[in-house]
């Protein structure tokens, strides 16, 4: 089966009048709930770059986005729609989590690594198999990776439950012991959970960059997710191109679930992710699925969601605010037609003429 | 407690009647030929407002009413984005996903001011109807006696599906928008405005299948308690290639499977490797049939780039 998800390119402007939109819709939604949008708004403003902690969280949540949306981007970009970074990352995350708790005696400069390691070969290996089956037997990878995320966090569940129960945990709570110190991200920021995971993420963008930019599986990728007719005739195997997006993704997001262990929870513990997978999705659409779009995708919906919790924290206002304007923007984004009907550059081209005949109308 | 007994029977067809509605809702969408991932979307609302009528009104069939609306209403907010305005239905049919997901989190708060789930007296259940004579029957009294009328309608909606696809002017356009849209609206068929009809139904089964889940047994909303059953339905449908009558049996055996997880849950088997069962039955349905996981539209495209590989 041909999956009928070619990436397209998304200008600026899509991006920018997609977010107005959301916020519109967003600010609707709180006068229903009879609340003052700009209130509301202005709380979530601050509570995302109101001072050096708003900061803070705002990168401390963009940090599991970078990984997940660089993780849904690569896969993207091969014309494979992955949505099952969340289960990938579920995996990593209890993969770090073991190998953090039970290799001892290392430094810092050899755990974290390992770790990393570790949680990409499981990340990998979970989005194997939708790749697996959607090369060798066509079944539909959306519905096999929406599909496993399920089985991903009730095998988690099922295996901290039975095999690495914390200690004096008597099952009420689903979590590991905690990782060793020698495999706990160092804090960037004293008095805040921003941790060097930052660092890696930013890293792993980078790494995307030179991976669909600079190397020929990048090309192959780039032409099979737009092409996969042409990457054909060109002498391109498609099929071995989508499982390498795959399970680079599935590795990505594997990490992306360590870093969140090793930088915040230090445990791996049950449900801890609150749909990161998704957010990353999004995240990655918003920013065209382009390396620079997915940073700067990333930090927004980071944004938000610290925003959003500030927002909770002090009015009655749900966070699942930001989790449905998220998904508002992302509608519009994709709605072509719609966005065809706001010829930005032709306004401003206008505007440009306007400003030129009124300075050249002026008197010398 | 055994494994089997007979009111296991009467579980499997109250949780088969849920998946089997939204699974004949998946089959429009498949013949019109639009590949709709907004099924859940549209149960969750459905479990949401088939709550919030039954509490507001006191009455399950407003409730049920209300859950149809929902069901309606994203549905429409589909079409809009993906028919009107072009958008890539993967990509705004997750979209919708999350924004639900969110909304009846953020509903829950506002209206009833709590999180997690919401439960009340006031909330008014589907009755359970004794149809007279039933429990005459051998087999059937133990399926079909004191489920409540959403159940009855699910199980006949099969029918109702197989005459309107297949016996109705209608159903004729549904199929031919799905099977070449090109040619059909060659023929004078306005095709957008069929698959408009086509998500709208899709739309208001699953609505009312959501309200079948929050009405249906406990009368309670919880969050995200739609649990994914939106998406077996599409594997479902495509797993029955599209065929009513298959749809039926595939939904009975997810029922089964759901049925069989509640059960033994509450036997000494870990509940997490028992509820994983439907979702991996998906995976498992999606590998045994291969050639059977084409949704219409890609059939070409597809026959294309195999010949091409």
Redesign the interface.
């Known amino acids: 089966?041909?999956?009928?998800?070619r990436q397209?390119p998304i200008e600026l402007k899509t991006a920018v009048i997609a977010v107005i939109f959301g916020i519109v819709i967003g600010g609707i939604?709180m006068l229903v709930?009879k609340h003052d949008p700009f209130k509301i708004y202005a709380v979530l403003f601050n509570g995302a770059f109101g001072d050096k902690f708003a900061l803070a969280s705002s990168l401390r949540w963009t940090i599991p986005l970078l990984f997940t949306g660089v993780a849904s981007a690569i896969a993207f970009r091969g014309g494979m729609?992955n949505?099952g970074v969340e289960g990938q990352m579920y995996l990593g995350a209890l993969a770090g989590a073991l190998t953090g708790i039970y290799l001892t005696g290392l430094s810092s400069w050899v755990h974290i690594p390992l770790i990393i390691l570790a949680s990409a070969l499981a990340g990998m290996a979970w989005a194997f198999?939708p790749a697996l089956?959607k090369v060798r037997?066509?079944?539909?990878e959306?519905?096999?990776t929406?599909?496993?995320n399920?089985?991903a966090i009730?095998?988690t569940?099922?295996l901290v439950?039975?095999y690495f129960i914390a200690k004096g945990s008597y099952g009420q709570t689903i979590i590991t012991d905690q990782i060793q110190k020698s495999a706990r991200m160092p804090s960037l920021i004293h008095a805040t959970q921003l941790h060097a995971g930052l660092l890696i993420g930013i890293l792993f963008v980078v790494l995307f960059y030179f991976l669909i930019k600079k190397s020929k599986l990048g090309y192959e990728i780039s032409i099979s997710g737009i092409n996969?007719?042409f990457a054909?005739?060109g002498g391109v195997s498609?099929?071995r191109v989508r499982m390498s997006v795959m399970l680079i993704s599935g590795a990505v997001a594997g990490v992306g679930g360590a870093v969140e262990v090793m930088g915040i929870t230090w445990r791996f513990m049950s449900h801890f992710s609150p749909?990161f997978g998704?957010d990353g999705?999004?995240a990655s659409?918003l920013g065209g699925n382009t390396p620079i779009g997915v940073l700067l995708g990333a930090l927004f919906m980071g944004s938000l969601k610290a925003g959003a919790l500030t927002v909770e924290r002090s009015t009655?206002?749900?966070r699942?605010?930001?989790?449905?304007i998220?998904?508002?923007i992302?509608?519009f984004?994709?709605?072509?037609?719609?966005m065809a009907r706001f010829p930005v550059s032709k306004w401003l081209d206008g505007f440009k003429r306007n400003n030129r005949r009124r300075n050249s109308d002026e008197p010398h | 407690m055994s494994l089997i007994d007979a009111s296991i029977l009467a579980v499997i067809i109250r949780v088969t009647a849920p998946i089997l509605l939204a699974t004949i809702g998946a089959l429009f969408s498949e013949k019109a030929g639009v590949p709709n991932i907004t099924l859940e979307p549209a149960m969750l609302l459905g479990a949401f407002f088939g709550v919030f009528g039954s509490y507001y009104t006191g009455s399950s069939v407003l409730g049920a009413v209300s859950a149809v609306a929902a069901g309606l209403l994203v549905a429409l907010i589909f079409a809009l984005f993906t028919l009107k305005w072009g958008g890539d239905e993967i990509v705004v049919g997750v979209a919708i996903n999350v924004i639900m997901g969110g909304l009846t989190i953020f509903l829950l708060k506002i209206i009833f001011h709590t999180s997690g789930s919401f439960m009340s007296p006031e909330i008014i259940g589907f009755p359970q109807l004794d149809i007279p004579l039933l429990d005459r029957i051998p087999v059937l009294k133990y399926l079909f006696a004191g489920q409540t009328w959403v159940v009855y309608f699910a199980f006949l909606s099969v029918w109702i599906a197989h005459v309107l696809l297949y016996k109705t002017p209608f159903g004729m356009k549904i199929i031919a928008c799905g099977e070449n849209p090109l040619a059909a609206a060659t023929v004078g068929v306005n095709v957008y405005r069929i698959r408009l009809y086509a998500l709208l139904i899709t739309g208001g089964l699953c609505g009312l299948a959501g309200s079948q889940i929050s009405l249906g047994f406990l009368s309670m909303f919880s969050e995200n308690m739609t649990a994914g059953r939106g998406f077996i339905a599409v594997a479902a449908v495509i797993f029955a290639r599209a065929v009513p009558v298959r749809v039926l049996f595939i939904s009975l055996l997810f029922g089964l499977a759901e049925a069989l997880s509640n059960q033994l849950q509450l036997l000494k088997f870990p509940s997490e490797l028992v509820l994983m069962l439907p979702y991996l039955l998906v995976v498992l349905f999606l590998v045994i049939q291969p050639d059977r996981f084409r949704w219409k539209k890609w059939k070409s495209a597809g026959a294309v780039s195999e010949s091409g590989a």
């Open positions: 089966m041909n999956f009928d998800f397209k939604l709930s729609f949505i198999v089956l037997y066509n079944a539909s959306v519905v096999t929406l599909m496993l399920y089985v009730y095998l569940d099922y439950k039975y996969p007719e054909r005739y498609v099929n749909n998704f999705i999004l659409l009655d206002v749900s699942s605010l930001a989790t449905i998220q998904g508002v992302i509608c984004v994709s709605a072509r037609y719609l």
